[in-house]
């Protein structure tokens, strides 16, 4: 089972437990919400090009919107399921769903206080960090100074080329890879000046 598969599943099962009505790190989004976008993004292609297409996105939403009334046990058996036969998304579920799963199960558990990061396999950390390389450099673009992420490994990557100061991202790969994608719950250490590491904290990371 690849590392997508079973971040799936266990994304349904912390769904379950901590129940449709409860907060994520995905804005306002419920954990309904999400369950919605997420069937959304694997059933109708036709909708989830606004993910990307900016005029496709209110047709994106009304969707959403319209696939959000079902219920929620609905909802998340589709998603423990996975992409049906003809969702061009199967055929590269383990690429393609990776950060996807990883991400959406890491907005649900972290908006519950008190969260704790997971101990990951280094096999799976290995592969989230492959995912790092190939979105970094989109995510850290608008930084006003270079950055470079680093692992406690030594493994090190320039997220993004700027002359003069620099800030170092140290932690996990798993860490990084949801700073990357925007989100401000994660446990990383910072190296820099003071004032360049907080321009590179709160520039936008949107992939």
Not at 67 to 84: D, K, N, V, Y
Not at 156 to 161: E, F, I, Q
Request: aromatic share 4%; glycine share 6%.
């Amino acid at each position: 089972m690849s590392l997508a598969q079973r971040e799936r599943r266990a994304l349904v099962e912390t769904m379950i437990e901590a129940g449709p009505a409860a907060p994520t790190l995905c804005g306002t989004w419920t954990v309904h919400d999400l369950a919605a976008h997420l069937v959304v993004r694997e059933r109708r292609p036709d909708a989830a090009l606004g993910i990307l297409i900016g005029p496709l996105s209110g047709y994106l939403d009304a969707k959403q919107a319209q696939i959000a009334r079902r219920s929620f046990a609905e909802l998340t058996e589709q998603i423990r399921t996975g992409p049906p036969w003809w969702s061009p998304l199967r055929p590269v579920d383990a690429m393609a769903n990776l950060s996807e799963m990883y991400i959406h199960h890491e907005d649900v558990r972290r908006a519950e206080p008190g969260w704790e990061p997971r101990q990951l396999a280094e096999r799976d950390e290995a592969r989230l960090w492959t995912a790092l390389r190939t979105v970094a450099r989109a995510a850290y673009r608008k930084s006003p100074v270079a950055v470079v992420l680093a692992t406690p490994n030594g493994d090190r990557l320039t997220a993004h080329k700027a002359e003069g100061a620099e800030v170092v991202l140290t932690g996990a790969p798993s860490e990084l890879l949801l700073h990357a994608f925007g989100r401000d719950e994660v446990r990383i250490e910072t190296t820099g000046a003071d004032e360049d590491v907080r321009a590179v904290l709160a520039t936008d990371r949107s992939v």
